[in-house]
């Protein structure tokens, strides 16, 4: 009775043992959900710090349009007078005031600060697009990267599968007198050379997979796994169209343009220096020291805050705002410029890998896979040489990989001239 409990006990122990390796087992098989481009490309605005920290530099200058708007601080102040013998004998003051001190700016200043203020935080805002334009650009390079390198791993796996089909030939015909034990062991040599290109290939995989993680504000190591979208075709408009569309949307032109308008408020503001604030004072006095409030005696002081001698600061803030115009205008013309010279580069790289997929597609694969075939049913026929088959075999994989690089390479470019253009996600 004993032995059949404890034979009983070991395998409900068992049993419990196998079935919580399987729940270990099953929970660290669970795939992570394969993400889009598109679920990328938000996970990017929502999480990467870059745009928290331009966000947060925006909302500063949003915070200042309200202080620069608001009346300057008033001033209270309380007279004893005259006191004799001490200015510290405040009992023996014979009269007292209350005064209520306020400046205000000459009509305009306020406003043309707050103005220049705005076009500080329209400029920060067309850098944080900018921003997000450029890291979506790094974004699709990595996301289509990922996606040849994944294809290059099938191109790998193809590889060894041919390269095994060779090993059996040549092994046959070796068995047959028709060929050397060489022609076996180059094959092999050729098959473990491939091995190791699987092993690069999936270490590569790994790497952009971490590089990505990254890009979208998660940590390196976690699991990640991305959709292979269809490629659309590629509609290309013309250059004048993209360098028009760029004008008017780019977030460097944006930025300029506002950069442009804060020097001209700010010449606006120089100007207005020539002009006199003004001061208002309100008095009350009393005939009843020290803290008294009656009597009924009233007093009104204004003052003329008027420019220093000669107007010679003014002229310097006039001067420096001027410069600052000057440059304002040079920069946006210098931005300009770049924004036509980045897409100008950009719409020739991909002209250029397009006439390179065309030249595959057309030429170049149906080329090599015909070769390879009528090399293997030579080589299977016990005629022609193994070198020449190993060299149609790796002509068949070079070509097969610069097929699926080329695809990759299209999408690249077409990021990069999207973000020459000024383009995000949810753009056209």
């Not at 998660?218 to 959709?227: D, F």
């Not at 930025?255 to 008095?283: E, F, G």
Request: charged fraction near 20%.
């Amino acid at each position: 009775m004993q032995k059949r409990c404890h034979r009983l006990l070991c395998l409900a122990l068992l049993s419990s043992i196998s079935l919580w390796g399987t729940r270990v087992t099953l929970g660290w098989a669970a795939e992570p959900e394969a993400l889009t481009l598109r679920h990328l490309a938000q996970e990017l605005r929502a999480r990467n710090p870059q745009f928290v920290q331009a966000e947060q530099e925006r909302a500063q200058i949003e915070a200042r349009i309200p202080q620069a708007l608001a009346w300057d601080q008033p001033m209270i102040g309380m007279e004893q007078t005259p006191m004799p013998r001490s200015p510290l004998n405040i009992n023996g003051s014979q009269g007292m005031s209350y005064r209520l001190t306020q400046t205000m700016s000459f009509p305009g200043k306020k406003r043309l600060a707050a103005d220049i203020l705005e076009a500080e935080a329209g400029s920060a805002g067309a850098q944080i697009d900018g921003l997000y334009v450029d890291l979506l650009a790094e974004l699709k390079r990595q996301y289509y990267q990922l996606l040849a390198l994944q294809q290059q791993a099938a191109i790998n796996h193809n590889t060894l599968e041919r390269l095994n089909q060779i090993k059996q030939v040549a092994k046959v015909r070796y068995a047959n007198n028709a060929a050397a034990f060489v022609d076996y062991m180059n094959a092999q040599v050729a098959h473990g050379s491939a091995e190791n290109d699987v092993y690069q290939t999936q270490r590569q995989i790994e790497q952009t997979q971490q590089a990505l993680n990254t890009l979208i504000g998660r940590s390196p190591a976690q699991p990640l796994a991305v959709a292979v979208e269809p490629l659309l075709d590629l509609n290309l408009p013309p250059l004048a169209e993209l360098t028009h569309q760029a004008h008017s949307l780019h977030p460097n032109v944006r930025d300029s343009a506002y950069r442009l308008q804060a020097a001209r408020k700010s010449l606006d503001l120089a100007k207005k220096a020539y002009y006199p604030d003004v001061q208002v004072i309100l008095t009350k006095n009393s005939n009843h020291p020290p803290y008294g409030l009656s009597g009924n005696e009233y007093g009104v002081e204004v003052d003329l805050i008027l420019p220093t001698w000669f107007f010679e600061r003014e002229k310097a803030g006039v001067s420096e705002a001027n410069a600052g115009v000057i440059s304002a205008q040079a920069g946006a013309e210098l931005a300009w410029r770049q924004v036509q010279l980045g897409i100008a580069n950009a719409y020739s790289q991909l002209q250029q890998v397009i006439k390179e997929k065309e030249l595959l597609q057309q030429r170049r694969m149906p080329e090599a896979q015909a070769a390879y075939r009528l090399a293997l049913n030579t080589y299977a026929n016990n005629a022609g040489e193994f070198n020449g088959l190993l060299l149609a075999q790796q002509n068949l994989r070079d070509t097969e990989l610069s097929a699926a690089w080329v695809d990759s390479a299209l999408q690249q470019a077409k990021a990069a001239l999207d973000a020459a253009v000024g383009l995000g996600m949810e753009s056209p």
